[in-house]
Antibody
Framework: QVQLVQSGAEVKKPGASVKVSCKASGYSFTTYGISWVRQAPGQGLEWMGWISAYNGNTNYAQELQGRVTMTTDTSTSTAYMELRSLRSDDTAVYYC??????????????WGQGTLVTVSS | DIQMTQSPSSLSASVGDRVTITCRASQSISNYLNWYQQKPGKAPKLLIYTASSLQSGVPSRFSGSGSGTDFTLTINSLQPEDFATYYCQQSYRTPPGFTFGPGTKVDIK
């Protein structure tokens, strides 16, 4: 079965960087892209961006451009999301997710368990 | 960019009630609209995709409808496990973005 297992919680100081991993199993990793979604405490869901596991193409939310980098390691079926120049409002649970089918428009059917990133001095 | 709104932002209902949540897009998105359920401390769960298709394993009391800019999620005969927050999401422009609505919290009356 499809599983996405994320790395553990992180505590970072303002201005630092964080890199969250998402290890996929149960399917051919390069067939589907990985999206990243975050959720600040008590807030809604924010789509951060997407990476193709096939060719590494990316598309980032405009508000995160320049601070976020998404990569994949096909040898380990792992996706990574790095966020730089962290601010207190980057404190959130970060999720990786995969679309439910071959069609992008059919939504995100598989989710990781989430990684809490806390930014605090 | 496509903006998504939801109404109401929260509602109180009783077990057995019929609940309707509305989602509106700032421009036409055809039927490229998905619905998710999220419980506290858990990842979101896909309920409905392309406006009206039920995700595998989701109870049939959940249904979706709409096209263009206006969409609804209906829960028939609300069950105790349905108390959660519900989000709509547009998938019209993919990439770049899977914009989410702000959410609707359904709690117990």
């Amino acid at each position: 079965q499809v599983q996405l297992v994320q790395s553990g919680a992180e505590v970072k100081k303002p201005g630092a960087s964080v890199k969250v991993s998402c290890k996929a199993s149960g399917y051919s990793f390069t067939t589907y892209g990985i999206s990243w979604v975050r959720q600040a405490p008590g807030q809604g869901l924010e789509w951060m961006g997407w990476i193709s596991a096939y060719n590494g193409n990316t598309n980032y939310a405009q508000e995160l451009q320049g601070r976020v980098t998404m990569t994949t390691d096909t040898s380990t079926s792992t996706a990574y999301m790095e966020l730089r120049s962290l601010r207190s409002d980057d404190t959130a649970v970060y999720y990786c997710a995969r679309k439910r089918s071959d069609y992008d428009y059919e939504g995100l059917g598989y989710w990781g368990q989430g990684t809490l990133v806390t930014v605090s001095s | 960019d496509i903006q998504m709104t939801q109404s109401p932002s929260s509602l109180s209902a009783s077990v057995g009630d019929r609940v309707t949540i509305t989602c509106r897009a700032s421009q036409s998105i055809s039927n490229y609209l998905n619905w998710y359920q999220q419980k506290p401390g858990k990842a979101p769960k896909l309920l409905i995709y392309t406006a009206s298709s039920l995700q595998s394993g989701v109870p049939s009391r959940f249904s979706g409808s709409g096209s263009g800019t206006d969409f609804t999620l209906t829960i028939n005969s609300l069950q105790p496990e349905d108390f959660a927050t519900y989000y709509c999401q547009q998938s019209y422009r993919t990439p770049p973005g899977f914009t989410f609505g702000p959410g609707t919290k359904v709690d117990i009356k």
